[in-house]
């Protein structure tokens, strides 16, 4: 049974940072391109970054410089540090193995003033 279970959001002021975690499990995730991916209330899925099993990252322009995404193939895990953290920022954000449906329950991140 495929699982993506994304924890490490909250209530964070502007200018601070976060850092997200998402396990996954029932899949070869070292096979995977990995991707956060982020909603904001009344708006469309945003991709905000990938990385390949070999490392190779790509980010959206709204957080290029300031998100970081990673990958631990040994705990089957992706990671998305999230620094200087804007009001904008705020979403639930979910981890995706690309080409597969399967998604998890995601994480609230919300910034403040």
């Known amino acids: 049974q495929v699982q993506l279970v994304e924890s490490g959001g909250g209530l964070v002021q502007a200018g601070g940072s976060l850092r997200l975690s998402c396990a996954a499990s029932?899949?070869?995730?070292?096979?995977?391109?990995m991707s956060w991916v982020r909603q904001a209330p009344g708006k469309q899925r945003e991709l905000v970054a990938t990385?390949?099993?070999?490392?190779?990252?790509y980010y959206a322009d709204s957080v290029k410089g300031r998100f970081t995404i990673s990958r631990d193939n040994a705990k089957n895990t992706v990671y998305l540090q999230m620094n200087s953290l804007k009001l904008e920022d705020t979403a639930v954000y979910y981890c995706?193995?690309?080409?597969?449906?399967?998604w998890g329950q995601g994480t609230q991140v919300t910034v403040s003033e």
């Open positions: 990385i390949s099993s070999g490392g190779s990252t």
């Open positions: 029932g899949f070869t995730f070292s096979s995977y391109v």
């Open positions: 995706n193995a690309i080409g597969r449906l399967n």
